[in-house]
Nanobody, 125 residues
């Protein structure tokens, strides 16, 4: 059974930084993973994704390029999202997600099959 557990959310001032972590268990093959977010009254959107084992491919949404960085510790099976230069528009519930790596070009970018419970990020001006 795949489990994804996020941590590291909280409050920050505009211009500040936060780092989100996602501990994964039950992943027995190559998986793509990613961060998605949903603000109140808005649709869920992709923040950043990273490809499975053996690949270095990453994809960041235009809205976070140059400010957020996705990475993973393959040995510890932990996914990270380093968020710098935060702005109030980054306020949302952030979700960790995973899917089989073969879906990198499609489902991984939009609607992965496995999801965590989410962690709240609030940025004040």
């Amino acid at each position: 059974q795949v489990q994804l557990v996020e941590s590291g959310g909280g409050s920050a001032q505009a211009g500040g930084s936060l780092r989100l972590s996602c501990a994964a268990s039950g992943l027995t093959s190559s998986y793509c993973m990613g961060w998605f977010r949903q603000a109140p009254g808005k649709e869920r959107e992709k923040v950043a994704t990273i490809d499975g084992d053996g690949s270095t491919r990453v994809s960041h949404a235009d809205s976070v390029k140059g400010r957020f960085t996705i990475s993973k510790d393959k040995a510890k099976k932990i996914l990270y999202l380093q968020m710098d230069s935060l702005i109030p528009e980054d306020t949302a519930m952030y979700y960790c997600a995973a899917d089989f790596a073969l879906w990198w070009g499609t489902r991984c970018q939009t609607d992965p099959v496995y999801w965590g419970q989410g962690t709240q990020v609030t940025v004040s001006s």
